[in-house]
């Protein structure tokens, strides 16, 4: 059995690396990491995506047309719902109580298609960035699915994090 961070040297396996987290035990199994001595603080990040289609998929998505009705609202929607069930859809993700969750989703002309953007808040003592990840992922993959019936060549795009902020270490 692989233990890629004992492999790599980042950390052995138990160990914590330089920053004082693994996840994995002292026999190289996954674990959850320990976020005891976390202080908490309030945790913030900001994840982005995209989604490109045909021009006149883009018109009906504005102009309300769909036959699936506002795709938009419904997307949001699932957003929010995806960034609160992250631990359940990432095995060692700690459940957070968040504070809040914002998802714009804006028309880029330029792709064509839609833009979107999440911003995860909570006070913990561990970060959201999978929270904001989680949002923009399940927001993209509502659009899709409201939206494939109409445009076979929908395409998600790059998903990344754009910031994130908050976190502090107890002294020991």
Same mark, same amino acid.
């Given at each position: 059995m692989?233990?890629?961070?004992?492999?790599?040297?980042d950390?052995?396996?138990?160990?914590?690396?330089?920053? #004082?987290l693994?996840?994995?035990?002292?026999? #190289?199994?996954?674990?959850?990491?320990?976020?005891t001595?976390?202080d908490?603080?309030?945790?913030?990040?900001?994840?982005?995506?995209s989604?490109?289609m045909?021009p006149?998929?883009?018109?009906?998505?504005?102009?309300?047309?769909t036959?699936?009705?506002?795709?938009?609202?419904?997307?949001?929607?699932?957003g929010?719902?995806g960034?609160?069930?992250?631990?359940?859809l990432?095995?060692?993700?700690?459940?957070?109580?968040?504070t809040g969750?914002?998802?714009?989703?804006?028309?880029?002309a330029?792709?064509?298609?839609l833009?979107?953007?999440a911003?995860?808040?909570?006070?913990?003592?561990? #970060?959201?960035?999978?929270?904001?990840?989680?949002?923009?992922?399940?927001?993209?993959?509502?659009?899709?699915?409201?939206?494939k019936?109409?445009?076979s060549?929908?395409?998600?795009?790059?998903?990344?994090?754009?910031?994130?902020?908050?976190?502090?270490?107890?002294?020991?």
């Amino acid at each position: 059995m692989s233990r890629h961070l004992a492999d790599s040297g980042d950390a052995p396996a138990g160990d914590a690396g330089a920053d #004082g987290l693994t996840h994995l035990d002292a026999a #190289g199994k996954a674990r959850m990491v320990d976020v005891t001595d976390k202080d908490d603080t309030v945790r913030v990040a900001r994840a982005a995506g995209s989604i490109r289609m045909a021009p006149t998929t883009l018109d009906a998505v504005l102009g309300g047309t769909t036959p699936k009705g506002d795709v938009l609202a419904v997307a949001r929607v699932a957003g929010i719902m995806g960034a609160k069930r992250t631990p359940e859809l990432i095995p060692l993700c700690h459940p957070l109580t968040l504070t809040g969750v914002e998802v714009a989703i804006e028309p880029d002309a330029a792709l064509p298609g839609l833009r979107v953007e999440a911003t995860a808040r909570c006070t913990g003592p561990t #970060g959201v960035e999978m929270e904001a990840l989680t949002a923009v992922s399940v927001c993209l993959l509502t659009l899709y699915d409201m939206l494939k019936a109409l445009d076979s060549g929908l395409e998600i795009g790059y998903i990344s994090l754009l910031s994130k902020s908050g976190g502090t270490r107890k002294a020991r």
